[in-house]
């Protein structure tokens, strides 16, 4: 008797957004109020897009993959002084009005990480 198992996995890209919010403030002619995480998720909103491609840049329906969940998370952060030593992060938080009503768009209310 064959014993079959199915597995199952998650995989996690983390983008870092801040050399474009700091030092693009503005896209279409819109500002970024401020460096505040109330007006950086109202400008996310708006502005932040996603899609999927394979090798070849080939566009892959997001609707073909049921489990992709896109978020938004912000965290302080302070900068190494020495070269080897690596930034030092605070607690994340999840920015769902971000991405949350819209198509892969996590909701903390729905979704599990």
């Known amino acids: 008797m ?3 198992e199915i597995l199952s996995f998650s ?5 870092l957004l801040v050399d474009l919010i700091v030092n693009k403030k503005t896209v279409g002619g819109d500002w970024i109020e401020s460096l505040d995480k109330d007006k950086v998720g109202e400008f996310l909103r708006k502005h932040l897009h996603w899609r999927v491609s394979a090798l070849g840049h080939k566009e892959i329906d997001i ?6 969940k896109v978020s ?3 965290a302080t952060a302070t900068l190494p ?3 080897d030593k690596f930034v030092q992060y605070g607690d994340f938080e999840v920015l769902d009005k971000v991405t949350s009503g819209r198509l892969s768009g996590f909701n903390s209310l729905k979704d599990n990480l």
């Not at 995989?11 to 983008?15: A, F, R, T």
């Not at 609707?63 to 992709?68: A, D, G, K, Q, V």
């Open 72 to 74: 938004v998370a912000v």
């Open 11 to 15: 995989s996690v890209n983390q983008s």
């Open 63 to 68: 609707t073909n993959i049921p489990s992709l």
């Open 81 to 83: 002084i020495a070269d």
């Open 2 to 4: 064959l014993h079959h």
